[in-house]
């Protein structure tokens, strides 16, 4: 802090003391006695008056207990917020002298200080707030959004919740959820507005990350790989895509999932970009998760092509795998065309073609199908039939089910089936719901994050810590 004698004398006593005190313990909020004093004093007088309001609705202790104990809450928020104010006090408004550095390069003066409010999770508060402006870049701003990670006024802790509302529901039923779970009282549109602008911090972070692959991404603790993901000598890399309603029209969704084997917590990912940028993603996701440690790295997924294609340019080391399943899909159509829905033969015929897959592998599928089809001189039948060969055939290097299930590979892409409903289903797919691509893209990236066990790397910090 640089400040000259001449200047400290135009500033007002309160704040050349703060200055003072400030200056010899490096910064922090100092001179505890003072302070705890005025927290006293603050919270006394709050007391006094919440004592009053009691007595003013105690008959509701034998009428409306339930009341009675939100109406408590609420005054309980009010006392901390009161509690608080001394030490909000102490930072200062965020003053750092007469001039500072703009995060342009160029200095940014200051131009006094204003009234305003920060929106807490115990309610608004009045605060002071000191104002510097760029004459280089045209910025004003006050160092205190910084040094709170305000946006738009709001603590980090109130959009944390308000994001939590707005990434678990539709954004309507998450307000109504806030204020009843949290006593915290916004519209549908400021969650809406606060989840995105969340999901739009992670896409930011996400990207920022092409600097280095390994930097630390995360604001405060970098996620350290599990014991179970350290030792782990397999990781699985599964794709998948789900479609969401946007306006007038469906769009799909990438999804990925990656976990390696034993790792209890999986990665997800999801995003409407380009199947490259996606892949791309994906590839940093898994360094993050220990690619770079395990010995075999396992792709799965169903038969589209720029999966494999983006496979092979993002993980070339990996094994790729055709997700069982997907297959099995395929051999079930063929089946109910060619003996019809539910029938025995039709039943009988798929199950042993699984057998088969499982015990002698896509191949020897493949010959089988290509013998059935000399039999068949039906038209849709034999598309049918010729689907199947295609698939196979383009697939063929990727079905080799003896070998994988021999060396224990996990042959199924159900994780990233799972992803797709829970990352995006649940959320996005919601009676009603017509998304803009912006807004969906946002909103899933952030939920990727929530159930990929990141949230509190995300906010940087942990919610009952203390
Ligand atoms: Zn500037």
């Keep these: 802090m640089e400040i000259s004698g001449k200047k400290v004398t135009l500033l007002s006593f309160h704040y050349v003391a703060v200055y003072f005190i400030n200056d010899r313990e490096g910064g922090n909020i100092m001179n505890t006695d003072e302070l705890y004093d005025e927290i006293i004093a603050a919270g006394l007088a709050e007391v006094k008056r919440i004592a009053a309001r009691i007595v003013q609705s105690s008959e509701l202790a034998e009428q409306n207990f339930g009341e009675l104990e939100f109406l408590l809450r609420r005054l309980m928020l009010d006392l901390a917020a009161k509690m608080l104010k001394p030490v909000l006090e102490r930072l200062n408004g965020g003053y750092k002298g007469n001039t500072i550095r703009c995060r342009c390069g160029r200095t940014a003066r200051f131009k006094g200080r204003r009234e305003a409010w920060l929106d807490t999770i115990m309610g608004p508060l009045r605060l002071e707030k000191a104002y510097y402006y760029c004459s280089g870049c045209g910025r004003g701003f006050s160092p205190l959004e910084e040094m709170m990670r305000l946006e738009a006024g709001r603590t980090v802790a109130l959009r944390r919740l308000i994001s939590l509302a707005g990434v678990e529901d539709a954004f309507e039923r998450g307000a109504r959820l806030l204020e009843e779970m949290a006593g915290i009282k916004v519209s549908d549109n400021t969650v809406e507005r606060v989840a995105e602008q969340a999901g739009q911090e992670v896409m930011a972070r996400e990207e920022r990350e092409d600097d280095s692959l390994l930097g630390e991404v995360w604001p405060k603790e970098p996620e350290a790989p599990s014991k179970a993901e350290e030792s782990a000598q397999r990781m699985y890399v599964t794709v998948d895509g789900t479609t969401a309603p946007m306006r007038g029209y469906w769009r799909e969704f990438k999804v990925g999932a990656i976990y390696p084997e034993a790792g209890e917590q999986k990665r997800y990912y999801a995003s409407l970009d380009r199947g490259s940028d996606f892949m791309l993603e994906m590839r940093r996701q898994a360094i993050r998760k220990g690619l770079g440690g395990v010995k075999e790295v396992i792709a799965l997924a169903d038969g589209q092509p720029w999966i494999w294609k983006e496979f092979e340019i993002n993980f070339p080391m990996a094994v790729q795998v055709l997700d069982f399943w997907h297959l099995m899909e395929h051999v079930w159509a063929l089946a109910r065309t060619l003996w019809g829905e539910d029938s025995r033969q039709a039943k009988r015929w798929a199950e042993s073609v ?113």
């Design 354 to 466: 699984r057998g088969q897959l499982k015990d002698k592998g896509g191949g020897a599928v493949l010959k089988r199908i290509k013998r059935l089809k000399r039999r068949r001189k039906k038209k849709t039948e034999r598309e049918e039939i010729d689907s199947l060969i295609k698939y196979l055939t383009d697939n063929l290097s990727r079905v080799d089910y003896p070998g994988y299930i021999e060396r224990g590979y996990d042959i199924g892409s159900g994780p990233v089936e799972a992803a797709c409903k829970t990352v995006i289903g649940r959320r996005l797919k919601g009676s009603g719901m017509r998304w803009t691509e912006v807004g969906a893209e946002k909103i899933a990236r952030l939920r990727a994050i929530r159930l990929s066990g990141l949230w509190d790397n995300f906010w940087g910090f942990t919610v009952n810590a203390a």
